[in-house]
């Protein structure tokens, strides 16, 4: 058995070597890597977005890794243009990586990469990152990668700049650790050669990212702009403690303007925490500044400086500084401006225990200044000799407000040196600090008063600083929260960066919440924390203790523990509202970051009471935690009753974001809270987001109109209130749809259908009229409303509404025995004596019995237009047309109508009327016979008869057709203008002479009607 395991383990290390000699010496010639090309390229594409066509595809393989030569690499924009070439690039990857799954590129070599990067839209670069980016997790990369020749070129326009050079080596990487580079090249700017470098440096120093509004572009356009010249050289080892090596940047030289800057030089050495300096710069070819000498750090501190200048113009410095700065691709200098006189002759060497001085310093008529900051009269006289530092005249006006120094340096380093400005603007002070990200995102104002001392032997003492800053008045502007101050007093501690503050009357305006205020707070810090000593907060009148820390002060300040606390229950009243009072107790807690913070704890309202609005609130609590948990059981305004629960977002940087609401109500009554709505006065935007959420309501009552058993979907967005997907119960029927408020302007839309309702109650609630109309009523509207009273809803209603009535009875603007009463009518003597017994013949073929009622209307301006209605019944049906105005229930519409024989048998002479023999019995009495007849009778050729309804059931009988004009109160008879049959009656031929009608006359329709547009059903 023991034989047979040898054996075959034996076996298997042959394999195991077997198919690794054939890994290293075989794989490399049996597999042909071309034939995978368009797999490979796919994979370059899928993950890093770039087109790639390769050349030349060859495997290589050593003991840990397998790797692949290309002779040539050529990427393209997603479009298909090349814009970069790769020659002989060699891959290698770890073999160990690859049998886990994964791509680990060990090194990167290369004989030539060259790159044409156009700097337009299909390849924009932002904040100076390229438009690529590898979407794979799989890929990680290695330390190596050696390139002999490269070119890379940025094409703007016609403008071409290169950075061309050779040898780059990058090795030493790991991400946010560490990087060691080393190349050597020119910077190429529109075919004329600038700049040249051969550097290497290892950095251990990461500087955190940040967004950079200057791109690439910029800075090279400026470097051609000043024809900015320099040879830069540079051996440095860069760590968190210290740096080791040297930069030396020579024959620097620009031109501004017409004048051309002689040759200048910047030489720096460095040692751990020691820095050797020696400058000389030029402005013309007479006058130079030379600095030169030792700057040491640490805990033995140490100069030795020399500075030697002719009188020159501190413009002309900070013109080379600029240089320099645009050399090394820094913007700092960049909107600083300066002028005025500088003369020194100086040196100074101390060990902080000891100063050996001797010369002197003299700065005339100095300005230093941008566009927001002024730094003016600047004059200085400062005698180095004897080993004896006395500063003599020393003034400036920081944005036209005086600043004074005064005092010596003896040579056992004993100071005695003052500072003081009084009246300083704020933004000025903030602005000489740098502290420009602060001034762009707050709109501040206020005055500071400086008063500083350096006193005692320099290794020992430390500066006193008092500053006093007055009436702070600060608006942020993202989240529009303005915060005064009346004084804030700053006292430094043991050293600078130590001391105490104190802060009178602070006020907090959050932007639509309570007002914050603080009467008084005492603080301590250092260079990292600011401690807040307890004291009183009030939240509008509530009073709450607040306590806690702020770290990381100097960068992005960090809450810690910022605790406030209403330790015991209390009993306010709320601001604006007399009588009220809200009894409240909780604690809450602020960590993390001072722009959003994590907060934790909890509030718990027991009772809120608002007489004066007739609402009171229960057990309300707030809970602070993963997410901010609302709970209300109870709240009631006047008759209604709801309750409440949702969830918050921690986040406050977009406003108050609500999720997941449940809204229950078991009674709401419009006509109790709109007066306290408009009690409460115009609404202003609220920053408040539901995002979504759920509401019930059991009953609910607008006006005359109610409902029950309402739900919807909830949410809020922009100051509108949606309540979607809508469904509820009303007067027998149902009610579904869309509803949204617009809080802000007291605008209401609805897009609702009605299903199965009572007409008479649905009217009846709408109007507060019993018109008398029964049936099922069935409706789709889309209206919009504005206001709060009826009239104003009725006067803003705008839209349409669809709708079908069935199987119920008309009020008396459907009976026939109402329309008979028409003027034309009731003046004739023969037809008004016998118009009662008629009426009450008619009422008794209930002509207002109907199959349906269907219409469309629109709204506007309080009127209901009618494009159509059409009723259909057994004994009258009727085609309505015209204008209704809602809030005198006066109209003007014209009436199609057509009646059963029946009917028109209990008409009697009104009846007969419109039978030819009727007429034909007439005698001849020439144009009054014609009065008659037109009295009576119109042509139906211009009306629109064959939209009348046929009569249900559909009758073989004879029938009739009439006319009827309203214009007026629809409740009254004297509205009814006119009542005529629609018939031409044949008269004896006698009378033919005498009677001639009009060609082509239309008849008396009312111009409005004329104006109707033509229905499509």
Not at 423 to 446: E, F, H, M, R, T
Request: proline share 3%.
């Amino acid at each position: 058995m023991k034989k047979i395991i040898k054996i075959v383990g034996i076996s298997v290390l042959i394999l195991l070597v077997a198919g690794y000699l054939a890994f290293l010496f075989v794989l490399p010639y049996a597999v042909d890597l071309n034939k995978y090309e368009p797999q490979i390229e796919k994979a370059v594409q899928d993950n890093t977005g770039l087109n790639v066509d390769l050349e030349g595809l060859k495997i290589k393989s050593a003991w840990n890794s397998v790797g692949a030569l290309i002779k040539k690499a050529d990427f393209k924009y997603p479009e298909g243009e090349k814009f970069a070439q790769i020659n002989n690039l060699e891959v290698d990857l770890s073999l160990w990586n690859l049998f886990l799954g994964k791509i680990k590129v060990n090194k990167v070599s290369a004989d030539k990469v060259l790159a044409n990067i156009e700097m337009n839209e299909k390849w924009k670069m932002e904040n100076g990152k390229f438009p690529f980016t590898l979407h794979s997790s799989r890929f990680t990369f290695g330390n190596s990668l050696n390139i002999k020749t490269y070119r890379i070129s940025f094409i703007n326009g016609p403008d071409k700049y290169s950075i061309k050079g050779s040898d780059l080596k990058i090795s030493d990487f790991i991400l946010n650790e560490k990087i060691k580079i080393k190349t050597k090249g020119q910077l190429i700017l529109k075919e004329r050669k600038q700049i040249s470098y051969d550097f290497s440096v290892l950095s251990e120093v990461f500087p955190e990212a940040k967004k950079h509004k200057t791109d690439i572009i910029t800075v090279l356009e400026d470097l051609y702009k000043y024809n900015i010249n320099a040879d830069i050289k540079a051996d440095l080892a860069v760590k968190k403690e210290n740096i080791n090596g040297f930069l030396n940047i020579d024959k620097l030289f620009f031109t501004v303007g017409n004048k051309t800057y002689p040759q200048s030089s910047l030489k720096l050495n460095f040692k751990g925490d020691k820095a050797n300096i020696n400058s000389s710069l030029h402005v013309d070819n007479k006058s130079k500044a030379i600095v030169s000498g030792i700057l040491k750090t640490g805990k033995d501190k140490f100069v030795d400086l020399q500075v030697k200048s002719d009188e020159i113009n501190i413009k002309d410095i900070l013109l080379i500084t600029k240089a320099m700065s645009k050399t090394l691709g820094l913007e700092k200098f960049k909107n600083i401006n300066a002028n005025g006189l500088l003369k020194a002759d100086f040196s100074i060497k101390s060990d902080f225990k000891k100063v050996k001085s001797n010369g002197y310093l003299k700065i005339k008529d100095a300005i230093i200044f941008n566009n927001k900051l002024s730094l003016s009269s600047l004059n200085a006289d400062v005698d180095f000799s004897q080993s004896f530092v006395q500063i003599n005249n020393a003034k400036a006006k920081l944005n036209g407000q005086p600043i004074n120094i005064k005092g010596n340096i003896d040579k056992n380093a004993n100071a005695n040196i003052s500072v003081s400005a009084d009246n300083l603007q704020l933004k000025s002070v903030l602005s000489a600090l740098g502290k420009q990200d602060i001034l762009n995102q707050n709109d501040i104002s206020g005055l500071v008063t400086l008063k500083a001392s350096l006193v005692g032997h320099l290794d020992k003492t430390t500066p006193k600083i008092n500053i006093i800053l007055d009436n702070i008045n600060l608006k942020n502007k993202l989240n529009k929260i303005q915060v005064k101050l009346t004084k804030i007093t700053v006292n430094s501690g043991k050293n600078i960066n130590t001391g105490t503050a104190q802060i009178s009357e602070i006020k907090i305006y959050p932007d639509n919440m309570n007002i914050i205020a603080i009467p008084k707070i005492n603080l301590n810090f250092d260079d990292k924390n600011l401690s807040i000593q307890k004291t009183f907060l009030y939240v509008n009148d509530i009073k709450t203790e607040l306590t806690g820390i702020v770290s990381n002060i100097n960068s992005t300040p960090k809450l810690n523990n910022v605790s406030i606390s209403i330790p015991n229950q209390i009993s306010v009243p709320l601001k604006g509202y007399q009588g009220s009072n809200a009894i409240l107790k909780g604690t809450v807690t602020l960590n993390g970051d001072i722009n959003n913070p994590q907060i934790s704890g909890e509030i718990d309202i027991p009772a809120v009471s608002i007489p004066s609005v007739s609402t009171y609130i229960k057990n309300f609590t707030i809970r602070f935690g993963e997410k901010i948990i609302v709970n209300c059981p109870h709240l009631q305004a006047v008759t209604s009753q709801a309750a409440f629960d949702a969830q918050i977002d921690k986040g406050f940087s977009k406003g108050i974001v609500v999720k997941n609401v449940n809204f229950n109500a078991k009674n709401i009554d419009l006509n109790y809270l709109i007066p306290i709505y408009k009690k409460l006065g115009q609404s202003s935007p609220i920053n408040l987001t539901i995002i979504n959420g759920k509401s019930t309501v059991q009953n609910f009552r607008t006006g005359g109109l109610v409902s029950n058993n309402i739900s919807s979907d909830i949410a809020l967005k922009k100051n509108v209130l949606e309540l979607g997907n809508l469904h509820a119960d009303a007067y027998l029927g149902k009610i579904a749809g869309d509803i949204k408020y617009d809080l802000q302007n007291s605008k209401i839309f609805l897009k609702l259908q009605g299903r199965g309702l009572s007409t008479n109650q649905t009217l009846t609630g709408l109007s507060g009229r019993d018109d008398d109309i029964n049936g099922k009523l069935d409706f789709d509207g889309d209206v919009s409303m504005k206001g709060f009273s009826g009239k104003e809803l009725i006067l803003s209603l705008r839209g349409y509404n669809n709708f079908l009535i069935s199987n119920g009875q008309m009020g008396m603007l459907g009976q026939l025995e109402h329309l008979i009463y028409a003027q034309n009518i009731v003046s004739n003597n023969v037809f008004r004596a016998t118009l009662n017994v008629i009426a009450k013949a008619v009422s008794a073929k209930d002509t207002g019995v109907y199959k349906y009622i269907k219409g469309k209307m629109t709204f506007s301006n309080g009127r209901a237009n009618i494009e159509w209605i059409k009723t259909a019944g057994p004994s009258m049906s009727l085609y309505i047309t015209g204008r209704y105005y809602i809030p005198d229930n006066t109209a003007s519409l014209i009436m199609l109508g057509r009646i059963s024989d029946d009917v028109v048998s209990v008409l009697g002479p009104i009846g007969e009327f419109s039978m030819d023999k009727a007429v034909s019995s007439i005698p001849t009495f020439g144009d009054v016979t014609v009065h008659i007849i037109n009295q009576f009778t119109t042509s139906p050729v211009y009306e629109n008869t064959s939209e009348i309804p046929e009569l249900t059931l559909k009758t073989d009988f004879k029938t009739k057709e009439f006319k009827v004009v309203i214009d007026g109160d629809i409740r009254k008879q004297t509205s009814v203008k006119s009542f005529k049959w629609l018939s031409r009656p044949k008269v004896n031929q006698i009378n033919h002479e005498q009677y001639s009608p009009p060609q082509k006359q239309l008849p008396d329709t009312p111009e409005f009607v004329k104006k109707l547009p033509d229905f499509k059903e």
